[in-house]
């Protein structure tokens, strides 16, 4: 147990963050699936070998207390994922200012906690992983979307920030842009159109590209990722 690499995935639900975890599961690493509902995260933690935490990452001392219990109960981690999020579409003039702070604070605030903490993590060892989840709002603050791109802007510049600031400490600080739907979002009674299945991004697809971020060498590191499915317009 000692010698398993120690990953940590916050906003660990049904789709991407499930796949995340189930793909450093199999790379035999030990995986803290962290979300705020810890019922909800438990089930979705044991079906994919990981162990389920609940945390509000917008708050400072729970997110230390989580740091504290994946420690206690893993070892530090290797390989930090901030996947949470939080998005309402809104016309700027409906804007309430309670649900535009609350996407701000777990789409930006919650990553700076969470990465502050990881970065506080890896510095004694000089190494270590820390990726950050954005989206097509992180380049582009498209009309109703400012509840999402205020704070996908914020991570974006929290990420530069800080792999200019690690990366000389061994630290790999990557942020990584999803542009475009992902299939999982299409429930049962969503239409796709005529598009292919393959026209939509796939979480395993996109996991497998954060595991690849994880294990670049350093002397050739990546800052930042964007993926897409072939027929997305960018």
Not at 14 to 27: D, M, T
Not at 65 to 70: G, K, P, Q, R, W
Request: with cysteine; charged share 25%.
């Amino acid at each position: 147990m000692a010698s398993s690499e120690v990953a940590m995935v916050v906003g660990a639900g049904a789709g991407l963050g499930a796949a995340l975890c189930r793909r450093f599961v199999k790379a035999g690493m030990l995986v803290a699936a962290v979300a705020r509902d810890k019922d909800r995260v438990t089930v979705i933690a044991k079906d994919v070998g990981a162990r389920g935490y609940g945390c509000d990452a917008t708050d400072e001392k729970a997110v230390l207390e989580l740091f504290a219990a994946v420690k206690r109960d893993f070892g530090e981690p290797t390989l930090v994922v901030y996947n949470a999020g939080a998005f309402l579409p809104r016309a700027v003039v409906e804007t309430e200012v309670a649900e535009f702070e609350r996407c701000w604070r777990i789409g930006c605030l919650g990553g700076f906690l969470v990465g502050r903490e990881a970065a506080r993590s890896m510095v004694a060892r000089e190494r270590g992983t820390i990726l950050f989840t954005g989206a097509t709002a992180s380049l582009r603050g498209s009309a109703n979307f400012v509840n999402l791109a205020v704070g996908k802007f914020g991570l974006r510049a929290l990420a530069q920030s800080m792999a200019r600031e690690l990366g000389p400490k061994g630290i790999h600080v990557a942020h990584v842009i999803i542009d475009g739907q992902i299939a999982a979002e299409h429930r049962p009674g969503r239409s796709r159109g005529d598009r292919q299945p393959d026209a939509f991004l796939h979480d395993e697809s996109i996991a497998e590209t954060y595991w690849q971020l994880h294990t670049q060498p350093r002397n050739a590191w990546t800052l930042e990722m964007d993926l897409r499915p072939w027929v997305e317009k960018f």
